[in-house]
């Protein structure tokens, strides 16, 4: 079946430290990944995807670069802000279907 | 502001009672999608319509149902309501069945059942 497994949070990290959210995929054939990002009292949003194997995603400073040969979507960012802290979802999306197939979020908190 | 209107966006009501969530999608998209987030944050698929029709279901309760009308706004109708139907109930739109559509999420109704 597909599924998404995403590191378990909550993850806590002063400012101006490294990110990583680990996100691993189970799919047939070729999905396409997302990682989405909720804010206290809001939707989600889109942050990022890619659509085929090594591409890479990128936006606010984040990136994730999709692994086939790992089947990972990492989620990174090089410094973290206060104004990062929110709840980060990984998803995929089969190509040849309309579901799209959601991590369990990774709730992440940035101190100053 | 993703486009996608959901109301009402907080709603208290007793068990076993009726309630009808309402999802306006994005101009333009066709797909629309239920969530339901639960206290532990997991994100639920309830179900899926494509311009008007049921596409996909996920783990709906049979309480629960959907549809989307021809202006394509859809309602999501959960009854007799339970302690463990509180959560935040997602909206989502998508353009059409592209490969690659992203979806794009309302804000939420916020359903509290005591």
């Known amino acids: 079946g597909n599924s998404v497994t995403q590191m378990e949070g909550p993850v806590t990290l002063s400012e101006e430290a490294f990110l990583t959210i680990n996100c691993t995929y189970t799919?047939?054939?070729?999905?396409?990944l997302f990682w989405y990002v909720q804010y206290p009292g809001e939707g989600l949003q889109l942050l990022l995807k890619?659509?085929?194997?090594?591409d890479k995603g990128s936006n606010k400073g984040f990136e994730a670069t999709y692994r086939k040969e790992t089947t990972s979507f990492h989620l990174e960012k090089g410094s973290v802000q206060v104004s990062d802290s929110a709840v980060y979802f990984c998803?995929?999306?089969?190509?040849?279907?309309?579901?799209?197939?959601f991590g369990t979020g990774t709730s992440l908190t940035v101190i100053p | 502001d993703s486009g996608v209107t959901q109301t009402p966006k907080h709603l208290i009501t007793a068990t076993g009672q009726r309630v009808t969530l309402r999802c306006s999608p994005r101009?333009?998209?066709?797909?629309v999608y239920w969530y339901q987030q639960s206290l532990d944050q997991g994100l639920q698929f309830l179900i899926q319509?494509?311009?008007?029709?049921?596409?996909a279901k996920g783990n709906i309760l049979e309480r629960f149902s959907a549809q989307q009308f021809p202006d394509l706004h859809s309602e999501l109708n959960l009854s007799s309501l339970e302690l463990g139907d509180s959560a935040l109930y997602f909206c989502?739109?998508?353009?059409?069945?592209?490969?690659?559509?992203?979806?794009?999420f309302g804000e939420g109704s916020r359903l509290t059942v005591l």
């Open positions: 989502a739109s998508s353009v059409r069945d592209l490969n690659t559509g992203e979806l794009f």
């Open positions: 799919a047939t054939g070729y999905p396409s």
């Open positions: 890619a659509t085929k194997a090594d």
């Open positions: 998803a995929l999306k089969k190509n040849a279907g309309n579901q799209f197939y």
């Open positions: 101009s333009g998209d066709l797909s």
């Open positions: 319509y494509y311009n008007g029709e049921e596409r």
